[in-house]
Structures are given as C-alpha cells and as structure tokens.
C-alpha cells in the first residue's frame, strides 16, 4: 500500500514557467487536498477537493490550478512560476467522514524553487 | 474565518526535560488532531482527540482537550532526541458550513532536545 505519492520530490524552476506536480492515493480516498509549508507559516491549503469532478479553494489559491478528474489523481499546476512560490508542497488525503472528523495521510513532499 | 494559534513557536531542552506545547482556537472544535513532523519529512498522524476534557496518552505522550473545546495541549515526559521535529495541532470548526474534514493548522512548535 503505496499512500501518497509525490512527484517530483524536487524541482527547480525559472520564473514564469508552468510545471504540474502529481499526487496520486490508492486508499480510495474522497478527500484531497494540496498545502504549502513554508518557514513560520505553518501548513496553508491551496486547493481541496471532495471528490472527482469536485474542487475548491483554499487559503492561498491565487496562481495554482487543481484538478480532480479520478478519486486517485490530484495534480497541482503552477501556472506561471513566481519565486514567491519557492516552497514544500504537500499533497494530502482522507475518508470523509462526518462528526469525528479525518485523520489526514501527506505524501512525502515537493520541494519546488523558483529562481 | 478560524485561527489556531500554537504556542510557544520554538522550544529547545535538554535532553530528559518535560515539553509542552499549546494550541488554542478562536472557535469551538469539533475535534483536534496532533501531527509530528520530523525534521526533512512530512507530517504524520499522532492523535485525534473528540470529546470535551479528553485525555490521551501514547508512552511518554499525553493529549488534552480543554472542557470548552477551543484548546490542546501536548505534553512530552522526559524528552529524547527521538523527539526531535515539529508538532502541529489542528482542528475542525464544530459550527463551520464545510464540514468536519476541513482542518486548520497551528503554526507548529519546533522541538529540539540537547543530548
């Protein structure tokens, strides 16, 4: 049982370049969702989704685009890379299941740089 | 919208010292969940905590809920380098229209322990 998986795991890219990060789950998860660490900040949402066909922003939307065309399948594009973008990027997912809430399963990580 | 503050952002103790980290929510929660995070890898499930006044312990790890459901603390009995990470809280808005997968995220508390 793979969980999450992150690809790439690192990525450096020049400003204004576009590029996709993949996320894909095979615990037949509804919940997906994509966040960004950077230091201090903690983890910010940029994109969620609770099924396919479903999206949603998060806290920090503006220059990334989702989509969720599969249950399994989550990528993140980077429209038009910004070094204000140089971050970790976490994809993450979940059962949904109401009242006690979700534990949430990160894949390993995309550390992306934008010069 | 919801705000988890955690506090105190940084910790550094020597090795065997007790470790205390507080989370505190602007709303009422649903429930909360701790994640540990060790230094270059991802954050990973602790502990989820539901009911008011809850208290939960893992070895050498104890979880609280406050009675109000609006704070957490975690709490780490003589600290080993095994420690050594960041713990984030989050949390589920118990009154929020989106349901209770949405979690917040706290800024995190850096934990170092000096051998």
């Known amino acids: 049982n793979a969980g999450v998986t992150q690809t790439p795991k690192f990525q450096v890219l020049k400003t204004g370049q576009s590029m996709t990060l993949q996320c894909a789950q095979d615990?037949?998860?509804?919940?997906m969702s994509w966040y960004r660490q950077d230091p201090g900040m903690g983890l910010r949402l940029i994109h969620y989704s609770v099924g396919a066909g479903i999206t949603d922003q998060g806290e920090v939307p503006n220059g990334y685009n989702v989509s969720r065309s599969t249950t399994e399948d989550f990528p993140l594009r980077l429209l038009s890379a910004a070094p204000s973008q140089t971050s970790v990027y976490f994809c993450?997912?979940?059962?949904?299941?109401?009242?006690?809430?979700?534990?949430?399963?990160f894949g390993e990580g995309s550390w992306l740089t934008v010069v | 919208g919801q705000q988890v503050m955690q506090i105190p952002q940084y910790q550094h103790v020597q090795e065997g010292e007790d470790f205390t980290t507080y989370c505190n929510s602007s709303?009422?929660?649903?429930?909360i969940q701790w994640y540990k995070q060790r230094p270059g890898g991802h954050p990973v499930f602790l502990i989820q905590?539901?009911?008011?006044?809850e208290v939960k312990k893992q070895k050498r790890l104890t979880f609280q809920f406050g009675e109000a459901k609006k704070n957490s603390s975690l709490h780490i009995t003589a600290t080993q380098t095994t420690d050594v990470g960041t713990y984030f809280c989050a949390g589920s808005d118990l009154y929020s229209g989106a349901g209770s997968y949405q979690l917040t995220f706290g800024k995190g508390t850096k934990l170092s322990v000096i051998p």
């Open positions: 905590l539901v009911k008011s006044g």
């Open positions: 993450a997912s979940s059962l949904l299941i109401g009242g006690a809430g979700n534990t949430i399963y």
């Open positions: 709303t009422t929660l649903s429930n």
């Open positions: 615990m037949n998860h509804e919940y």
